[in-house]
Each structure stands twice: as C-alpha cells, then as structure tokens.
C-alpha cells in the first residue's frame, strides 16, 4: 500500500512518520564512556596516598559525570516524529524517553522552520524557553513548530519536516473537531 502522506510504502498508510539524527551524538557519549573508564580504572587499580576521601570523591565524581554524559547524550542521538489520525507523537533516543503526545484536537497550526539551530535553543535536547516555547533539538537544520490552542509552541527538529507540516495541516484540515489551519 503506498502512503500519501509520506511517499513511501508502508502497512499504515494513515500513520506519517520522520526522524532526526545526530551522528556528533555518539562521540559526546563515548566521553561519557571514557569518564566512567576512569572512574573504575581509579577505584580497581588506585595508589593514591592523598586518603581515601579524595580517592572517593574522584571515583563517583568521574563515575557520576560519564553516566548524566553517556546517558544525556544517547537520549538524544534522535527524535522520531509520528503522525497518525489522532496525535503527534515525538519519541527521544533509543528507548522513546523522553517523549511526548499532542491531541491533534490541541493543534491550532503547523509551520515549517527551515534553521531550527541549538544554538537558539540553549543547547541539543528537550529545551524550553519562555520567549519560544518547547523544543526537542537533535541537530542543526528544518524542523516543525506545531501552534498549540493554549498558545505555547512545540518545535521538533526532523528531517523532510516540510511533508510533515502539509501532513499535519492535511490532519487538521481534515475536521478533526475544534482545530483550524
């Protein structure tokens, strides 16, 4: 069955999908990786004389820094868009955390943003700014900023996010009760 909304085949033909990748990702986690190697390397194989105090403070300081390191960066390596007839769903990372669903029926309007930057954002990840509202940033480039009814904002960055703003327009378009373009 081929898919109107995405331009490729697919069982669902209903269901838009998209996603962003940020390859830079993996080299921040492998710093994360190489903290904790040294945090463990200096509790297993210490010959420090300075005291136990400083040896513990180093051990879980490195170990801590490689893990919210390791673990902040692979949440956000990507960001899935999904479309279907009733929400937006946006999932974080390999395990889809963080991650969040929109009613369409909470959707005013979709608007495409050809320079999402981090950089406006105050860094990669879940972002929120008082003056811009919600974003999940993975990467430098086009993204979607969905109008929400309480009048916040909701940026995604993606990949093709101009078929995805027609798709949700389509959506919207397409009666969902208590929704305008």
């Not at 109107?4 to 669902?12: R, Y």
């Not at 010959?47 to 390191?69: E, H, K, N, Y």
């Not at 669903?101 to 999402?116: K, M, N, Q, S, Y």
């Not at 078929?163 to 949700?168: D, G, L, N, S």
């Amino acid at each position: 069955m081929r898919d109107h909304l995405h331009g490729k085949d697919t069982p669902h033909p209903d269901v838009w999908t998209g996603r962003a990748t940020n390859r830079v990702q993996w080299l921040l986690a492998l710093v994360g990786a190489a903290c904790m190697a040294l945090g463990i390397e200096l509790a297993v194989e210490s010959a420090w004389t300075s005291g136990i105090t400083a040896l513990a403070m180093s051990v879980v300081g490195c170990i801590a820094a490689g893990l919210l390191v390791l673990f902040g960066t692979l949440a956000f390596v990507h960001v899935d868009l999904k479309l279907d007839k009733e929400s937006v769903e946006v999932r974080c990372g390999h395990i889809g955390v963080p991650r969040r669903r929109i009613p369409l029926t909470h959707v005013a309007g979709a608007e495409f943003d050809p320079c999402v930057t981090p950089r406006h954002w105050g860094g990669w990840g879940y972002r929120w700014r008082p003056e811009k509202g919600t974003a999940v940033v993975v990467r430098r480039g086009e993204g979607v900023v969905l109008r929400l009814w309480d009048g916040h904002t909701f940026t995604i960055t993606v990949d093709n996010a101009e078929a995805a703003v027609r798709a949700i327009r389509a959506r919207l378009g397409a009666g969902t009760p208590g929704t305008a373009v």
